[in-house]
C-alpha cells in the first residue's frame, strides 16, 4: 500500500507539466529583520508583476549559498544578491548582468567590534589584532567575512589563523553582535548597517561592546538578473525590470531589504569583490 | 513408508539415537514412549525431515508467533497449500471461508477463544491446542506428534486424540501416557538409550511392560522433559 | 588469583572503559570557558521565554504541518528502501553501504540533494528517508535475527518462502518493528523541523531564523509548538489515522516542481570531479598537470581539513558518549516512577521531553553564550539531547518492573532493584547513540565548532562541491570504521545481544 502511494509520488515528479517555467521567479535575503520574509518579498512580487505584466513569484533561501544553486539552477532569474554572492552566480551563470544596486551599496563598509575588556581603541588606524579572539559573520558574507577578513591580511600582513587565537563563524551579524557583547569573542566583523540599527534600537549595550575600526568603502548587495531571460520572457525583458527595481519608490517595499533606493549597477562594479576573493582564496 | 536403517544421530560429541532401525507402514498408529532424555524428539524431527511433504508434524516446541491472532497461527498449517499472494492477502484481512474453517477445527478441539485474540493472551493448554489445530489443518496423511497433550487434562486429551485419530491414515505420537498408548495405538515404540529396547502391537502388552518406558507413575498427565 | 571471588564484571568493565576512552578525549578537547558576561543576551532570551509570540511567525499552521508531512513522507520512503536491505544486511558489502549512508547527516543529504533539485520538496523527504532507510535496513535485520527459529521449522514442508518469511518470522518481530518505526517517527519530526534550517519550508526555517536574529519571543513560541507537537504524539499519530495523513501529506506537500536530468549530470560528471581531473576532461589541460594538481588538492584538504576534521568529530563525540552516560544515569533516576514521588517522575518526564525536543543546535547556542564558544557548548548539548533520550527510553521500558515487595522508593533500592535490569539496555543505547552523537556533530560544525561538519558546510557555502564530496565520503568511511570497531568492542565485552542492537528497541 505504502509502496503504491510512493510511486504515485515519483510518477507524479514526472507528469508535472512545464508550462510553470513561465512565471518570473526571484529571491532575496535581506542583510537584517528575515522575519516575515514570504509576506513582506510577495508585496515586491506584487510590485514586480505590475511592472512587468509577467506572474512573478518570490521563493524563501536560507543562505547566500543556496541563492546561488537556485540562480544556477534556473529556480530563480533575479536576485538580491550580496557582493561575494553575486560574483559567484555570475561565474557560474555566464552571461548574467548585476542591474541595480542599493543606494548604499556603492559605498558600504564594515565595523570591527570589540568587547569592552578590549584595550583597543577606536582609531582610524588599522588595529593590532595579534592575538585576539575573532568572529566573522557568516562564511559566505562580503560584510561579514570576505572584506573584514582582506583588509585584516591586507593590514597585518598575516593569515587569519594565524594572527587569532581563535576564529569564529557566528553565522550573522546580528550573532556576531551578541557573541561580543557577551565576550564569547573579543573582536567581530560586522556590516555597518546592522550595526547602525540595532544600535538605533537598544538592542546592543554600548558600555560593552564599541566599533574600534571601520574599512574602507566597497560595493556590496545588487540584483543580478539570470542570462536567458530575453529568450523566456521576451526581448527588453532586461530593460524593463531594470526600470523597474529603479523606479521603486515605495518606502514600503524598499524598507524590506532595507534600502534607501535603488540605483545603477553592472558587473564590473563588483570586480573588486572578484579579486579580493580571490586574494584570500574564497574563489580559484 | 518409512525404513529407518542402522539410524545414528548425535548432539555434538553425544550419541542420542544409536543404530536404530525401525519402519512403518501406512495405516499404521505407532506411539514411541521412553523415559526423558531417550532421544524420542531427536528421532520424530528426524522422522520429520524423512516425510516432510507427506506429514504434519506438531512439535513440542510447538512454534506459535506469539505476536499474531489465533486465526493466523492456525492458518499457517495451510501456507503451502495456497499462493504467497492469497497468504498475505489472509495476513491482512482473513477471508470468510478460512475463518470458518478454522473456527470449525477449533471448536472440534474444544477451543473456545476468540479468534481475533493474540496467542500471547491463552493458557498453556489453549496454547498447546492452537499448535495442534496449526499441524491439522495442514491436512496430511500423516500426523508427527511430539507430547501434543501434556498440558491437557486426561479426558480432553482422549477426546482430542480422537479427532488426531480419525483424521489420520497414519499416526507417529510420542506419548507420556501409558493407557493412552495403550488405548489408542496399534503399535508402541519404547527408546531406552538411544535404542529400540520394544516394538511389539499393543493387543499383547499390559501396563507393567510398559514401566520401564516412564519417568514416575504410569499414566501420569505431564511431563515436559524429553 | 583463581580462588579470588571477582565482581567486577563486564558491565562494569564496559563502564570503565567508556569512561577512559570519555576522559583521555577530554584530555585533548578543547574546554575553555570563556564567556565573560552573557547577562544581557542572556536576559533577553529569558524575557523571550515568559512572553512567547505565537503570531510572530506567517505561515506558521503551514510550517506546522510540513514538518509532520516530511517526516511522515522519510519515514515512508525509508521503510520501503530499507525493509528489502534488511533482508541482504548480512552482506559485508550492503552493511558498509549502509554504514557510509547513515554516517552522513540529514543536513548535509539535503545540502547535495539541493544541488540537484533545489528547494523541492524531494530534497527533504530523500534527505531524511535515505539515510533512515539505511538505519532501518541495520535496526530491522537485527530485530529479524532475534526471531525464533521454531515456527519455521513446523511450517508445512511446500511452504512458498515468502509466505515462509512473512507468518514464520515477521509475525514473530513486528510489534518490535512497528515499535521502532513510532520512535524513528520522533525523531524524523526532529530531523524535519532541523531541515527548515537549510531552507524546507518546516518549523525549523523560522526557527532558526528567530534564534539567530534574537527574536527570542518568536523562537521560544516556535519552541514550545515543536516540544508540544512531539509530546503529543501518541495522541494525534494515531494508527488508523497514519494512511489519512500519508494521503493528506501526498496531497499537501510544496510543488515537487520540474526535475531536470541535466543538473543531475552536471552536478556528477562536472561539479563533484575534484580540480585537475576537472581540468583534463573539461579542459586542454594535460594529464600529468591534471594530475599533479590533483594530488596537491587532495594533500591540501587532507592534511589542512579531513584530519583535522576527523580528530575534532572523535574527540568531540567520544567526550559527549562519556557525558551521555553520566547525564543519561541521573535523568532516569529523576523522571523514574520507582526513585520518587509520582509528581517527580512527572515534573522529570516533562524535563525529558523537553531537553530531547530542542535540537541540539538551540542547545549548543544558548551554551555558547553562556561558556564561550570553544567545543563545551557542544559536548553538553550532545549530552544532554542524547541522555534525555536514552533516559526517557528507559522509562518506558521500566514500565513493565514490578519491584519486590520490600522495595522502597530511594536510590539505593532504585540502583539494586531497578537500575540493574536496565543497565544492559542503557549501555546499548549508548553504543547506538554514539553513531548519531558522532553524526550530529555535523550541526556543531554549522555553528563554528571545527568538527569535519565545519569543513563541509565552508565547502558547501564556497561551492566547492568536489571539497564537499571528499569530506563527505571521509565522515562515512570514519562511520564504518567506527560502526565496525564498537561492535567489536562491546562484542567481545558482553557476549549477548547488545552488540546487535536488540536492546535499542524495546
Known sequence: MLFSRISLLLLSFILVPTVCAQTFTFTAIPDENESQLQTRFNKVARYLEQELGVDVKYVPVKSYAAAVTAFRNNQVQLAWFGGLSGVQARRLVPGSDAIAQGYEDQFFKSFFIAHHSVELVASSNFPNLNGYTFTFGSKGSTSGRLMPQFFIERNIGKQAKEIFSRIGFSGDHSRTIAQVEAGAYQIGAVNYKVWESAVEKGLVDTSKVRVIWETPAYPDYQWTVRHGVEQTFGSGFEAKLKAALLNMKDPELLASFPRLSFVEAENQDYEPIESVAIAIGLLD | ?226 | MGDKVRFFGPWQRLTAQLWLLALVALLFADIEVISVDPWAELSRLALGVISPDFFATEFLLSALWQTVNFALLGVAFGIVLGGPLALVYQHPFVAASCAMVRGVHELFWALLFLQIFGLSPLTGILAIGLPYGATFARVFHDILAQSPSTTERGLPFNTDPLSRYVYGRLGHVYPLMLAYIRYRFECALRSSAVLGFIGMPTLGFYLETAFRQGQYSEGAALLMLFILLIGTISLWAKKNLIPVYLLAALWTIPDIGIIDGGLLWRFVFYDLLPPGIQGVIYTQMELSDGLNQFYQWLASITINQALPGVFATVILALSALGLSHLVALIAHLVASQHSGSKYRAVAGQLGLLVLRSIPEYILAFVLMLLIGPSMLPAIIALALHNGALIAFLLVKQEQGITPSATYKKRADFFAYEILTRVYPNLMGLLFYRFEVMLRETAIFGILGVATIGFYIDSAFAEIRYSNALYLLAVTALLNVVIDFSARKLVARQVEDSIAHGRSCIT
Do not use: W
Open chain 2, 1 to 226: 513408508m518409512l525404513r529407518l536403517e542402522a539410524l545414528t544421530l548425535s548432539y555434538g560429541d553425544r550419541k542420542v539415537i544409536k543404530d536404530l532401525s525401525l519402519s512403518i507402514e501406512q495405516g499404521e498408529k505407532v506411539a514411541i514412549v521412553g523415559a526423558s532424555g531417550v532421544g524420542k524428539s531427536t528421532l520424530l524431527a528426524h522422522i520429520y525431515t524423512q516425510l516432510n511433504s507427506q506429514a504434519a508434524y506438531c512439535a513440542q516446541s510447538q512454534g506459535l508467533v506469539d505476536a499474531l491472532s489465533v486465526f493466523h497461527n492456525v492458518y499457517m498449517g495451510a501456507l503451502a497449500r495456497h499462493h504467497f499472494g492469497y497468504n498475505l492477502l489472509n495476513l491482512i484481512r482473513p477471508q470468510t471461508h478460512r475463518i470458518n474453517e478454522v473456527s470449525e477445527l477449533c471448536s472440534a478441539l474444544l477451543l473456545d477463544v476468540a479468534l481475533n485474540k493474540t496467542v500471547s493472551e491463552l493458557s498453556g493448554g489453549q496454547r498447546q491446542r492452537v499448535a495442534l489445530a496449526r499441524a491439522l489443518y495442514q491436512q496430511q496423511s500423516t500426523f508427527i506428534g511430539d507430547e501434543s497433550f501434556s498440558s491437557l487434562d486426561p479426558v480432553m486429551a482422549q477426546q482430542l486424540i480422537a479427532q488426531v485419530l480419525s483424521r489420520h491414515p497414519t499416526v507417529i505420537m510420542v506419548l507420556h501416557d501409558c493407557q493412552m498408548a495403550l488405548n489408542y495405538f496399534d503399535r508402541i515404540v519404547g527408546l531406552q538409550d538411544g535404542e529400540i529396547a520394544l516394538d511389539a502391537p499393543s493387543q499383547i502388552l499390559q501396563p507393567e511392560h510398559l514401566i520401564a518406558f516412564f519417568d514416575r507413575k504410569v499414566g501420569s498427565v505431564s511431563d515436559n522433559g524429553g
